[in-house]
């Protein structure tokens, strides 16, 4: 498929059979246009990627290199994800690079949220252009480019300046020569969950909800450090945790905890205890361009914060944000 506009009359993809005539369909294209050569692609984890490695794998097997790039600011076992489904189960050829230490040396002392953006991109290319190097005769590199992607680039040349550098960090480069592969960017995001599905890939990487490129490294707020990555990252869990639990997964848009980078004053064990905040924020949107607050109910708040100030080392205190987007945006830097 190589035109970027979806024809008027592509029906859109809403059952298991629609969706295996599409696989089956992509694998005959996939194996025209691909043939005996290998083909790349930077999985992160998410649905968009994630679907496409699964079509790849069914195609062409082992000429699919898959590279996950752990830059450590990942949510709790989204890595482990990876490596358990496609490494494992899949037995995909899976090249794993735990490049978490790097990116924490790389990012000690930045606080502009901007550079944060941009260190973290830079880097992600620069890890995957290693590992492509590594490889001999790869020709292809595939993306899990979708509709609204084509569409938001489009926009995004007529219109100027945006807010922050959004980036994936799987967006690539166009330079690096490659051809590329993009079975699902004809698909909208619903579509994709549907072949997901189809595909036979776990319901919580299809249902996954969006995560920013730079993952957690925009939650940490002002300069990451270790501890506190840590802090937020066991908080966010948790909050997951109990929204999966209360049922407000299947609803709420985003959720997630954002960490700001000051201390405050608590007590604990009748000892004064010096503490970071955690901040929730739930917000309900159709395009991500503004959002509403999702009210969480009360007794769901009390046992988030019960937990995350028991459960998770260094956090005294936890805020919940009530602002729509505009006046702020979803994400905090
Ligand atoms: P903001 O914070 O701009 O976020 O209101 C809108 C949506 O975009 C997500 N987001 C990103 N997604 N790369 C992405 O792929 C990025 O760099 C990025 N920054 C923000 C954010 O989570 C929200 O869903």
Redesign the pocket.
């Known amino acids: 498929m190589s035109t970027n506009v979806r024809p008027s009359d592509m029906a859109r993809i809403t059952t298991i059979d629609q969706a295996n005539d599409f696989i089956n369909e992509q694998i005959e294209l996939i194996k025209e246009q691909v043939k005996d050569k290998k083909v790349l692609l930077a999985l992160s984890g998410g649905v968009d990627s994630s679907v496409v490695a699964a079509l790849l794998i069914k195609a062409i097997g082992k000429q699919l290199v898959c590279v996950h790039v752990n830059h450590g600011l990942m949510r709790k076992g989204e890595s482990e994800q990876v490596i358990e489904v496609f490494g494992k189960q899949l037995d995909a050829n899976l090249i794993y690079v735990d490049a978490s230490e790097r990116y924490l040396s790389l990012l000690a002392g930045v606080a502009d949220p901007e550079q944060k ?1 941009k260190i973290i991109g830079a880097e992600f290319i620069k890890i995957f252009d290693e590992e492509a190097k590594k490889q001999d005769s790869i020709e292809f590199l595939a993306q899990g480019t979708i509709y609204p992607d084509i569409l938001e680039s489009i926009k995004a040349k007529e219109s100027g300046k945006p ?2 550098s ?3 960090v799987g967006g690539l480069p166009e330079d690096m020569n490659f051809t590329l592969v993009e079975p699902v960017k004809l698909l909208f995001k619903d579509e994709v969950r549907v072949v997901g599905e189809a595909l036979g890939l776990p319901h919580s990487m299809v249902y996954r909800q ?5 993952g957690l490294g ?1 939650r940490c707020l002002g300069a990451i450090t270790k501890d506190r990555l840590e802090a937020l990252r066991e908080a966010d869990a948790i909050l997951r945790e109990e929204f999966e639990l209360c049922g407000l997964s299947k609803h709420v848009w ?1 959720y997630f905890i954002s960490m700001p980078d000051f201390k405050s004053v608590g007590v604990r064990n009748e000892q004064r205890y010096e503490g970071w905040s955690a901040i929730i924020r739930a917000v309900n949107t159709t395009d ?1 361009m503004s ?1 509403t607050i999702e009210e969480i109910p009360y007794a769901v708040l009390h046992k988030i914060t019960n937990r995350i100030t028991t459960e998770v080392e260094g956090i005294n205190r936890v805020l919940y944000d009530l602002t729509p ?1 505009p006046v702020g ?3 905090f830097e």
Do not use: D, L, M, S
């Not at 969006?210 to 730079?214: E, S, Y």
């Open positions: 953006r807010v922050k959004h980036h994936n969006p995560f920013p490129g730079p925009v985003q991500a959002a987007k945006t979803i994400e």
